[in-house]
């Protein structure tokens, strides 16, 4: 397809680089703002186009190399070429201009944003495996662009650095295996004093493979676990229990979990948003708060700590039980949870017609518009927000400050995931 030289004047929600040609807008993977290019279009749709960097004229100052040699290939990282400091400022500029156009809010004031180490972060990750015939082995790593393909990795540098520089051994594992076209995905989960790969095998495996998984996880010190089915199906390999766990200091809490369960990716980033979270509610023996999409109990368990009382609601009926399992395992006493679906209209549920004084939300890229049809109630007075979708989050800051009599008080991001377009933020309302 042609060429062309464009400008590029801003960075799209998902870090490609937005050019306009003739008035229509040209989306560029590679370029930043205020860069020069020259580009190659790669497709054409009726309001927008696509297009790659062919050659950088003029360099915006905030690039920087890419430290992973397969940026640009792999689609688990869009933003390394963008340095660390643009990356939050581009962040948070997504995350005000929602607040403006989609709910027509600004905070009183900026939080300043949270961060935390920019590589070797995620304790979380699903490795995509696909058995390549002319190539003779097996690729393992994250999706392409394309999501129909599978990055050749021979290392990560955002997963921990106990996988992520062990991709290219676990690629020459599953070639080694009988089983290596059956291998369908690898499931990463981390806590605090173990590693786990969980292999997602879609055929019973050999005695002769077995033994190989069990060798590869006693030599690089990696607890390697089985799911021939479902989710129950997981099951340990070697060692023959696998705890994972991971501790938060500040509230002296230690949270179990179980390989396949939800987690904050970032466990650095994960305890200072708690610790803010913890800051911006100020739970005190007063207080009865609501924590809703309460998982695991992240948030809840901590908040415990100071609350009179707290409930923790969930959807998921297994991450509400493991949830109670850690608050005895804590000696917590004052917190309860409740499976619930969210989504539904839960307005007669017996712990949604109770009063809160505080009520913390941490709800998935939809937000939490069909809560808020019932809640919050008169009583409440504070609410945190903790967001994964900065659109879904200005829509509901809206609901809250034009619906519900709240103000919003304060507003930031916190960089879960650094050198990703993703942007996580956390917001303060008050009566």
């Known amino acids: 397809m042609q060429t062309q030289e464009v400008d590029i004047t801003d960075l799209s929600h998902d870090g490609r680089g937005v050019a306009h040609i003739d008035g229509k807008a040209v989306f560029v993977i590679g370029a930043l703002p205020g860069e020069r290019v020259v580009v190659r279009m790669a497709a054409r749709h009726r309001n927008f186009d696509e297009a790659r960097v062919e ?19 792999c689609g688990g990282c869009a933003l390394q070429h963008l340095s660390a400091a643009a990356q939050i400022a581009a962040k948070q500029r997504v995350l005000a201009e929602n607040f403006e156009r989609i709910g027509k809010v600004e905070p009183a004031r900026w939080l300043d944003p949270l961060t935390d180490a920019e590589w070797g972060y995620r304790r979380k990750g699903r490795l995509s ?9 097996a690729l393992v790593g994250f999706r392409e662009e394309n999501p129909r393909f599978v990055a050749d990795l021979s290392e990560c540098h955002t997963l921990l650095p106990e996988v992520g520089f062990r991709i290219a051994a676990i690629g020459a594992l599953v070639t080694s295996l009988d089983a290596k076209q059956s291998i369908a995905q690898i499931e990463i989960a981390a806590g605090d004093d173990t590693v786990a790969l969980v292999f997602r095998n879609l055929v019973a495996l050999s005695d002769a493979d ?91 368990l901590p908040v415990a700590r100071r609350a009179g009382s707290v409930v923790g609601v969930e959807g998921e009926a297994k991450l509400v039980a493991r949830a109670r399992e850690n608050a005895v395992a804590n000696g917590i006493a004052n917190a309860e949870f409740a499976a619930a679906d969210l989504a539904a209209d839960q307005r007669g549920a017996p712990w949604a017609v109770r009063d809160y004084d505080k009520l913390l939300l941490d709800p998935p890229r939809s ?16 609410i945190v927000y903790v967001s994964c979708h900065p659109g879904s989050l200005a829509r509901d800051a809206g609901t809250l400050v034009q619906q519900h009599g709240f103000t919003l008080m ?22």
Not at 55 to 72: I, K, M, Q
Not at 410 to 431: C, K, N, Q, Y
């Open 55 to 73: 050659a950088l004229l003029t360099r915006s100052p905030d690039r920087v190399e890419p430290r992973c040699p397969h940026f640009g290939q």
């Open 367 to 382: 937000g939490e518009a069909a809560v808020l049809e019932y809640l919050p109630r008169k009583s409440t007075k504070r």
């Open 210 to 300: 077995t033994a190989k998984l069990v060798a590869f996880g006693k030599e690089h010190d990696l607890a390697i676990l089985l799911q021939p089915g479902g989710p129950d199906s997981v099951h340990a390999l070697w060692p023959e229990t696998v705890h994972l766990a991971f501790r938060i200091e500040q509230a002296d809490v230690d949270i179990a979990f179980r390989p396949l369960d939800f987690v904050q990716v970032n466990a650095g980033l994960n305890r200072r948003m708690i610790a803010r979270a913890l800051d911006l509610l100020d739970p005190t023996r007063d207080d009865r708060v609501l924590d809703l999409f309460c998982g695991l109990g992240n948030f809840t």
């Open 410 to 431: 304060a507003a930031g991001v916190m960089d879960m995931f650094p050198h990703t377009a993703h942007v996580e933020s956390i917001a303060l309302f008050e009566r």
């Open 129 to 137: 495996v696909k058995w390549v015939a002319k190539k003779g082995k």
